[in-house]
């Protein structure tokens, strides 16, 4: 079993900064990738971002290419989405997932085990 606790959210202006964390503990060993995703209300989650923990692989939405980033610590057992330039449209509550599969991390169905969320809202 793997839990992960996200912090960090919150009420940001548009055009503003913020960075949300993604604690993970428990047998993170058999993790192969981490990754963000958001959903806001009434939307389907959608893919954020994902990094490799075997490597050094990150992969991007391409709405948020370029503005966010993902990096994770020298363990691994902690990732962090350094969000920047923020749009009302990233208002969403973000959630971080670890997957024990090689492959497909941009899909939420290779996901194992997820966080309850942060909320992030962003003001026009």
């Known amino acids: 079993q793997v839990q992960l606790t996200e912090s960090g959210g919150g009420l940001v202006k548009a055009g503003g900064s913020l960075r949300v964390s993604c604690a993970a503990s428990g047998r993170t060993s058999s993790s192969y990738a981490m990754g963000w995703f958001r959903q806001a209300p009434e939307k389907e989650r959608e893919f954020v971002a994902a990094?490799?923990?075997?490597?050094?692989?990150?992969y991007y939405a391409d709405s948020v290419k370029g503005r966010f980033t993902i990096s994770k610590d020298g363990a691994g057992n902690t990732v962090y989405l350094q969000m920047n330039n923020l749009k009302p449209e990233d208002t969403a509550v973000y959630y971080c997932a670890t997957s024990l599969r090689p492959l497909g991390w941009k899909t939420q169905n290779v996901y194992d085990y997820w966080g309850q969320g942060t909320q992030v809202t962003v003001s026009s």
């Open positions: 990094v490799s923990l075997r490597g050094t692989g990150t």
